[in-house]
């Protein structure tokens, strides 16, 4: 039996619990934390950065499982007919006020541009019924 994918409230509810496991692993001196996770196919990528207390920003390392916690949320996320997103921007900001904003169309701003095969798995994985024109070129590309 297929599953249903989250509704908005679900996802909602996940990001607030992942939300109290980033407050408990940045430094003490943050003040914001921004996260990039994007990913096609099996491809993921994920940065972080912190801005501290003094306004001064570093790059962070994020505790494991950071990346498979997105990977999951965006497969649980997946509609049938629209694919899945392929990016996502999180914000949080002290205390504990958080944002989260996920792009389902757009092609991700990639650090390294994934190995073709990513792609293809990606357009298997979440078919579309209206596939963006940069997932096209980049499935037409050789």
Same mark, same amino acid.
């Given at each position: 039996?297929?599953?249903?994918?989250? &509704?908005?409230?679900?996802?909602?509810? !996940? $990001?607030?619990?992942? *939300?109290?496991?980033?407050?408990?692993?940045?430094?003490?001196?943050? /003040?914001? $934390?921004? !996260?990039?996770?994007?990913?096609?196919?099996?491809?993921?990528? $994920?940065?972080?950065?912190?801005?501290?207390? $003094?306004?001064?920003?570093?790059?962070? &390392?994020?505790?494991?499982?950071?990346? @498979?916690?997105?990977?999951?949320?965006? /497969?649980?996320?997946?509609?049938?007919?629209?694919?899945?997103? &392929?990016?996502?921007?999180?914000?949080?900001?002290?205390?504990?006020?958080?944002?989260?904003?996920?792009?389902? /169309?757009?092609?991700?701003?990639?650090?390294?541009?994934?190995?073709? @095969?990513?792609?293809?798995?990606?357009?298997?994985?979440?078919?579309? @019924?209206?596939?963006?024109?940069?997932?096209?070129?980049?499935?037409? *590309?050789?």
């Amino acid at each position: 039996m297929p599953r249903m994918p989250l &509704t908005a409230a679900q996802a909602h509810e !996940l $990001l607030k619990d992942f *939300t109290t496991w980033m407050i408990h692993s940045v430094p003490a001196d943050w /003040d914001q $934390l921004f !996260l990039a996770f994007r990913s096609v196919g099996e491809y993921v990528e $994920l940065r972080a950065s912190i801005i501290t207390v $003094l306004g001064g920003g570093i790059d962070w &390392t994020p505790p494991p499982g950071v990346a @498979e916690f997105f990977a999951e949320l965006r /497969d649980d996320m997946a509609r049938p007919g629209e694919g899945a997103w &392929t990016s996502l921007r999180y914000h949080l900001v002290h205390p504990g006020r958080y944002e989260a904003e996920y792009d389902w /169309d757009g092609e991700p701003d990639w650090d390294h541009v994934p190995p073709r @095969e990513c792609f293809s798995t990606e357009a298997e994985k979440y078919p579309r @019924e209206n596939t963006p024109d940069w997932l096209r070129q980049r499935l037409a *590309t050789d």
